[in-house]
């Protein structure tokens, strides 16, 4: 079992719509949860952090964590062609000043079409 | 880039041939680790620094080298000893969440 796995992909979804990306993890000491998106060719940029069990919202990115089934999901709303990208999960031990060592997903391609 | 830059943003190595990726941060954080990510795959652990003249093997180190002279530089040394070196190269401090800006690494 890989430590992180998120759903397969691609996941297409029209502009609009809402888009649900998961992830499961098998590490139970993970303390720290993020989601990055990657545009083509860039570095991964940090979208949100979740770190206690329940949802966390930021402008149309929610966050959601289940520490007791090991899943942490990322919900985009209302849906924009510029979304479309590789969304990677991404998990630490350690929390607080230093996050030490990431774990990530093998990412998800997500597409928005018009 | 978040006080994080990475140099130069291509690099071309031949076969048989040591080449160094330069990674620098004006963070004044003491720790800074290196990522390697191959297509359609997540990020993996090379090398990392938790202070000046320390550093540690990550889950992927065969083939690489580190130092850490300073506190704002940690460059990475892909030997030829390293077969499969074509990727893309991320540094992180892991004080922040944030990435630079990457080095794609291309073998002619």
């Known amino acids: 079992q890989k430590e992180v796995e998120q759903n397969s992909g691609p996941l297409s979804v029209p502009e609009g719509a809402i888009a649900s990306l998961n992830c499961t993890y098998s590490?139970?000491?993970?303390?720290?949860f993020f989601w990055y998106r990657q545009y083509s060719g860039k570095s991964p940029e940090l979208i949100m952090s979740?770190?206690?069990?329940g949802d966390k919202e930021d402008g149309r990115f929610t966050a959601q964590l289940n520490k007791a089934s090991q899943y942490v999901s990322l919900l985009i709303r209302d849906s924009q062609p510029s979304d479309s990208a590789t969304y990677l999960c991404?998990?630490?031990?350690?929390?607080?000043?230093?996050?030490?060592?990431?774990?990530f997903g093998q990412g998800t391609i997500l597409t928005v079409h018009p | 880039d978040g006080g994080i830059t990475q140099s130069p943003k291509y690099l071309f190595r031949k076969e048989g041939q040591n080449v160094t990726l330069s990674c620098e941060q004006n963070?004044?954080?003491?720790?800074m680790y290196w990522y390697r990510q191959d297509p359609g795959q997540g990020l993996r652990l090379i090398y990392y620094?938790?202070?000046?003249?320390?550093?540690q093997k990550g889950d992927i180190a065969e083939g690489y080298s580190v130092s850490r002279e300073k506190k704002e530089s940690f460059p990475l040394t892909v030997t030829s000893a390293q077969k499969n070196p074509t990727a893309f190269y991320l540094c992180?401090?892991?004080?922040?969440?944030?990435f630079g800006p990457g080095t794609r690494l291309l073998v002619l």
């Open positions: 963070l004044n954080h003491d720790a």
């Open positions: 979740i770190y206690s069990n």
């Open positions: 590490d139970r000491g993970s303390q720290s």
């Open positions: 991404a998990l630490a031990n350690a929390g607080g000043t230093s996050y030490g060592k990431l774990t």
């Open positions: 992180n401090p892991p004080e922040t969440q944030y």
């Open positions: 620094s938790q202070i000046v003249n320390d550093f």
